[in-house]
């Protein structure tokens, strides 16, 4: 910049202000403040966010003409430079753009060769699924849980001699019962019922040792079911147990395996449970033995859509189930630091997302008690970038903590609610 350097007294005579605005609700107001035109709010609203969506093995020919299409409507695209020089395949492509943007690409790249059709429809998906704030119900085997209306809490119930966090405070069956009692008084959504450590390093247990812990507690909630009108999940890899669990009352089954196994995929879609699918390369034993990734948030967020993709498939209806990135599970402190900081990219698949960080090494050294503080702050951070669901020990500390973020939310519309399907041409960006 250029030109006469303004006098001391004047240097904020305009008052220049960058706008921090989270939204793009928060932007339409801010422009309505300058008294502009409430037609052209609408219509610079659409240019005030760059969505950048990452495709993967795209094809050569689809990436260059993905590039063209891009740099026609305004916005760009950036790919491998073998794409350039017709040295590779395959490459990630990156686009860049706006809403607007999107809207005019979508309808072109529909009637394009190499696949760009369906490039298409996953960007229409994508976009929308992102946007999305609004309430969804997610249905379990015998109760419900809504989500998206305010960030939810899973309270933690380990009924083992070796978990990380809680390890033997509640074998006996009374304990587990009167603790998760307490939980849901202090306000928790919903209850997590663990039997086995999945801890790093963990040894496993049989499927009949871990019902032999969990089902006295199942057996022992009977008579306060009806008074909770919580959901409640079983933290479990085995379908045996699953099976069991879903027939003493459990709703959501918690599989570190993300239904790997084709018996557990079966259990859930023959008793109609949720499920939660996680992350975790290996096993609880070996998970920690090698951490390295090429690219983590993509091989995490391909292996949880095939995973979903496959559910899908085998008859498990959507609005039943929901991702874990997992932290901790054959992930460094600073990899699950990334995906907690990254994990509304997760909303892209279109299933409620639930992270745990509560108690975990990531978030320091010492005893698990000494990080609370931490664990709060990582469920506020979660819940604000977009995890519909934390799974923590500490539920009265956790529901105070998230107040805010709920609070923050309801000052503005949810953003979804700004925008409207990708191919109505009336709403295409002028």
Known sequence: MSGETPRAE???????RVLDTSSLTELAEELRRTQSDPEGVGIMTRKGRIYPIRLDEVSLRAAV????????????????????DLSVEHSAVVLLATWGQYQRLVPKLRRQPFRLREVAEELEEALRNYTHRGPRTIRGAHRSLVVGDRPRVLGVVNVTPDSFSDGGQYLDP????AQVLRLAQEGADAIDIGGESTRPGATPITPEEEWRRIGPVLDGLHEHLDRLRIPISVDTRHAEVAHRAIEAGADIINDVTGLDAPEMRRVIQEHHAAAILMHMRGTPATMQLDTRYADLRAEVFRSLARATDRAIAEGIPADRLIVDPGLGFGKS????LELLTHVGELRSLGYPVVLGASRKSMLGAGSSESRMEAGLASAVLAAWNG????????????VRALSIVTRSRARTRPEGEETEALAQPEEIER
């Open 65 to 84: 003409l993905l590039k063209q299409e891009m740099l026609a409507v305004g916005g760009d695209a950036s790919h491998a430079r073998g794409v350039a």
């Open 10 to 16: 004047h240097r904020h005579a305009h008052t220049a």
């Open 387 to 398: 995890a519909d669901l934390l799974r923590v020990h500490d539920v009265a500390a956790t």
């Open 174 to 177: 009374e304990r587990a019962i």
């Open 333 to 336: 402190a600073e990899q699950s």
